[in-house]
């Protein structure tokens, strides 16, 4: 080999390691949305773990004159019984959040567990994807109005009642993916030698479909908050819990929505739902660009 081969060679090779380099750490929109999301949410994260360092007043008591206006006082002003606007934001993060984690729960253990089975079990897929398919067909909002009116206003019936409406869509996704890793070779093996359906279940299939799962969690919390203040707007939510939800449904009950009022005590909360279903959307979504094989593939 000549010198200039060498040299030749050289160049290909250092020209074909920075063009993986380049590739590596090419900066796409997955990226860009992880850390929007995630900056978004540790803030109200934050503000939830720390709401009674970070809330000015108790925001239970009357702090002010009603429907004072915000100052260096009240930075976002007083309700109609003077309690402090602001101190209520920070407080309705942390049941808002709550419920938004407790519901997804609820929903990704319910739609893992179905999609496990229907995916694996051929004899249970008909009648569990059936079930799936009522789930996805009966009106969602009528009937998440009746349950919370039925059950009674609390806390834990909106989160069980939300968990138990939002898991088919998961259930479906989670379906899919073990339904093709049930026919890879490794577990076709497993099968082979004995292996019992529980073992190759939670040894080969189940870690398969974590990073599936935790995906479908993060989009379900964003889904869970938005139900949360629609349920709590409507005047179904736990009247004793500070949600923005509740805020913005006391503030429709006594009238801000067509008073000066509404800039401080409707746009606020408002905005922060959009916060935080659009924070969990875009971590959602970043999740779902690296582990949904059907994404993977049109990349």
Known sequence: MTTSEIDLTGDVSAAAITEVSKRKFRLTSAHVSAVLGVSLILILVFTAVFAEQLSPYDPTEREGRPFEEPSATHLLGTNDIGQD???ELIYGTRSSLTVGFAAAAVAIFLGTSVGLLSGYYARLDSILMRVVDVILVIPFLPLLILLAAYLGRSQTNTIIIIGMLIWAGSARVIRSQVMTISKQEYVLAARAVGATDRHIIFRHILPQVMLLAIGQFVLVISTAILL?????????????????????????????????????????????????ALGFALIGFSLEQRVDPRLKQSR
């Open 228 to 276: 949360e203040a629609a349920l709590s707007f409507l005047g179904l939510g736990d009247p004793i819990q500070k949600s923005w939800g509740t805020i913005l449904y006391w503030a429709q009950v006594r009238g801000a929505f067509l008073t000066p009022a509404w800039l401080w005590w409707v746009m606020p909360p408002g905005l922060l739902i959009v916060a935080a």
């Open 85 to 87: 606007i602001l101190s």
